[in-house]
């Protein structure tokens, strides 16, 4: 009960920071323990009255009802729902399907629970797509690799004309369009191409195609086809192909998650390639849990 009350506290100290930003900007999902006690190795994100823990190392079995415990008196929440990060399998509890809708910044956004280790939506990225979406009005937007669609639904709402929502996956793309139409939005303007990346930038050029906004923001490592993608060997390539489709005033957002990422500055030295150091959410912000860049011709 000592160990419960403890990490309590530190929810509610945690919340309790995160308080006036998260009701001025009606955000709904959001991170409020983060490996913030050593005997607690494990993430804690909230999604309105449900509670998704992501576990990084073997727990004890009174770990689980004590983060329960600790969630129902700091929050009031009952739906704990626990994912395995860690290279051990654990046992963990498993409640049903759940599905739930979630509110940042004007957007709504589908949120799966319970089917797959990530919900539908990063939310160490919710600042990005505030400054994706204030950047919009008028822009004809690519989001490439572009999992749910996040930044093109928040590229939409801030008044893109156009927005191209790529990715290989099928089910992202229906969840896209689901996010789509969830916000009001035309499919007739917000296209969901299920395509490969580099495909579809040779796409682009074979039809003509410009862009005022490339959004990247890759996996670390995939494999498509018998091919293999990795972020850091790759990411030259996948930049100088997004480059010969950019308007000549518009700019790249690329993006990744590859703690040990460097960009090769040498290789794109044709291009203009600034650090972009302020998009790491509040509830982020002693993680540093991305990389971002801003990259012009």
Known sequence: MENQHILEEVIRENLRKLDSYLKVNKIEAFRVYNLDHPGYPLSIDIYKDNAVIHVYEEIYPETIPEVEGALKGAMGIQNCFWKSKAKKEIQLPKLGKKDVVVEEYGCKFHINLSDYLDTGLFLDHRETRKWIQGRSRGKVVANTFAYTGSFSIHAAIGGATRTYSVDLSKTYGQWTKKNIELNGLSTKDHW???MDTFEFFKYALKKGLLFDII?????TFSRNKGSHFHVQDDHVALIED???VLAPDGFILFSNNFQEFEIDEVS?????ITPKNDTIAPDFQELSPHHCFIITK
């Open 192 to 194: 969901v191409i299920n």
């Open 242 to 244: 997004a480059l010969k």
């Open 268 to 272: 794109l030295a044709s291009c203009k």
């Open 215 to 219: 959004i990247i923001d890759p996996p």
